[in-house]
């Protein structure tokens, strides 16, 4: 009988693994990977009991990733952003404009549990499933500055009370591109707004507004493909017109009014990083807290917020 081949357990001169074949690995690893010990093991999804919570339609507003509010309130979303590029954004010599217009068929599900990876593929753990369709289109107004006026509107159901909700949410993104020599950086700037139907609590409409700064660098060792790969990070803050409150207990309602989010990721200069049938811009994780302490939330980083 042939043995089986060590290369998955140790390198060998009849085995040798090329750098790119270990960045693939280690990619596809931190993909699979569960989020780390410090958030908690057995989450609660939002909506169990909806007279104490958030309305469970905002999770159609937030991207992959562990979302906790106190100790005792959390859950994961899984977001799955299908996306159609129907024209790119081109500013010609001479000044002419072409619009870049993309379509995106967002779908996300909030587990109510997720301790190893066939959670995912078990229906009965999905307890909210939301699709919001919409349309992007980036605007280029010169060769440094574009804008990104963007809208969705769909449908959500919490699966163990059967409601339902129409959720909308929309908005407009900015980025001008400060300095471009070794290092690309840039500052982004928002309003967003959201929504859902039947109202919750007498809130059904949420708005903030957006401001940070975005960075690329290259890594001179660091490649895939032969292309050289940069370090993309971004610092933003978002603060809400108005508070979000969680009902973390029968007496006790935790609010927050702001959001700092850190994102670092790996990606190359202008294409896409290509994974089996699979492209993403960048693949990296960020952190998300409020200045007061009590909302963080650990994401998976696939696209620039500005592009998001």
């Given amino acids: 009988m042939r043995r089986p081949s060590t290369c998955w357990r140790k390198r060998s001169p009849n085995c040798p693994m090329t750098d790119a074949v270990r960045l693939r690995a280690a990619i596809i690893a931190m993909l699979l990977a569960p989020a780390p010990a410090a958030i908690p093991d057995a989450p609660v999804l939002l909506g169990a009991e909806p007279a104490k919570q958030v309305h469970w339609a905002v999770g159609a507003f937030f991207g992959t990733g562990w979302y906790r509010v106190d100790d005792n309130r959390s859950v994961f979303i899984l977001r799955i952003p299908p996306r159609q590029t129907v024209r790119e954004a081109a500013l010609s010599e001479d000044g002419e404009r072409q619009l870049g217009v993309e379509i995106q068929y967002p779908l996300a599900l909030g587990l109510s549990r997720l301790d190893d990876i066939p959670d995912f593929v078990d ?45 909308w949410y929309g908005g407009i993104k900015s980025r001008y591109r400060l300095a471009e020599v070794r290092t690309r950086w840039s500052l982004m700037n928002g309003l967003y707004y959201a929504g859902y139907k039947p109202e919750f609590e007498d809130r059904g409409q949420y708005g903030s507004a957006m401001a940070g700064l975005e960075f690329s660098h290259p890594l001179r060792t660091l490649r895939l493909d032969d292309e050289p790969l940069y370090l993309n990070w971004h610092l933003t803050y978002d603060w809400f ?29 202008d294409a896409p990083i290509r994974i089996l049938f699979m492209e993403f811009q960048q693949i990296g994780l960020g952190i998300r807290w409020s200045s007061s302490g009590n909302f963080n939330a650990l994401t998976v980083n696939f696209r620039s917020p500005f592009v998001y």
């Fill in 123 to 167: 229906f009965d753990n999905y307890g909210t499933i939301s699709f919001t369709p919409g349309v992007q289109v980036e605007i280029p107004i010169d060769e440094k500055w574009s804008l990104r006026p963007y809208a969705h509107f769909g449908y959500g159901w919490e699966t163990e009370s059967q409601e339902s909700a129409l959720i």
């Fill in 241 to 269: 017109f108005d508070r979000l409150n969680f009902h973390v207990d029968e007496d006790r309602v935790e609010s927050f009014r702001d959001q700092w989010e850190l994102g670092l990721a790996l990606g190359k200069r």
